[in-house]
């Protein structure tokens, strides 16, 4: 089946500092890369979606310019966090579309700002 | 708009026993409707998927939903909980986007 895969799966970093996330589509060409935001113990919250060679669309309330989505190819999705803060912390997952329609989900990465 | 509303926060069965994890939606139209797990610090693995073909959806791993437009219910359902079956699961449905349920915790005990 289709895989999706994040890089890193966790990752630690001072308060003000800028954090890149991957998101790879492994075996197959995704024009649609969706990013969602997981609080403890909440359910995932679609932060914006990517589509290939074009600008992201983002969902009310989140902060284009700390949260930048770039979906250079129809493998590749990235999210930075910049200027991260603590509160920046959380679990970041990816998804992506397949030919189908259906979203495959990366396993996430777990981001945790000092 | 549509939304997904999970009836119960956490479900709590003995191994050996079945699972019931109820969902219900909100919409003026039938949806594309699933149900994901989601092990601790994992992502989410597809378990089945509703699509307006047949209203009994057969899953991985023994789950089944059963799609119920008179009741907007799409609940998920196990005849036998497995220890390993332990996680979080979530109701899905789609229109465009996907609209995510708060979640239900299922705790399988020995």
């Known amino acids: 089946g289709a895989v999706v895969s994040q890089h890193p799966s966790w990752v630690i970093c001072k308060s003000g500092t800028s954090v890149k996330i991957e998101c790879r589509s492994l075996d197959f060409q995704a024009t649609t890369m969706f990013w969602y935001r997981q609080f403890p113990k909440q359910s995932l919250m679609l932060m914006a979606t990517?589509?290939?060679?074009?600008?992201?669309?983002?969902e009310q309330g989140v902060e284009k310019d700390k949260f930048l989505i770039n979906h250079a190819s129809l493998t590749l999705s990235t999210l930075t966090v910049t200027s991260a803060h603590p509160e920046d912390s959380s679990f970041y997952i990816c998804?992506?579309?397949?030919?189908?329609?259906?979203?495959?989900f990366g396993p996430g990465t777990r981001l945790t700002v000092t | 708009a549509q939304s997904v509303t999970q009836l119960d926060s956490h479900v709590s069965v003995s191994e050996g026993t079945p699972v019931l994890l109820r969902c219900n939606y909100s919409?003026?139209?039938?949806?594309?409707l699933f149900w994901y797990v989601q092990h601790p610090n994992k992502g989410l693995q597809l378990l089945l998927k509703?699509?307006?073909?047949?209203?009994l959806v057969k899953g991985i791993n023994g789950f089944e939903a059963e799609f119920k437009k008179s009741e907007t219910s799409f609940h998920l359902t196990k005849p036998s909980a497995h220890m390993s079956d332990a996680a979080e699961y979530f109701c899905?449905?789609?229109?465009?986007?996907?609209?995510f349920g708060a979640g239900t915790i299922l705790r399988v005990k020995s």
């Open positions: 899905v449905a789609r229109r465009g986007k996907l609209v």
């Open positions: 990517s589509n290939e060679g074009s600008k992201a669309t983002y």
């Open positions: 998804s992506a579309t397949g030919l189908h329609y259906e979203q495959y």
């Open positions: 919409s003026s139209y039938s949806p594309s």
């Open positions: 509703y699509t307006s073909a047949a209203t």
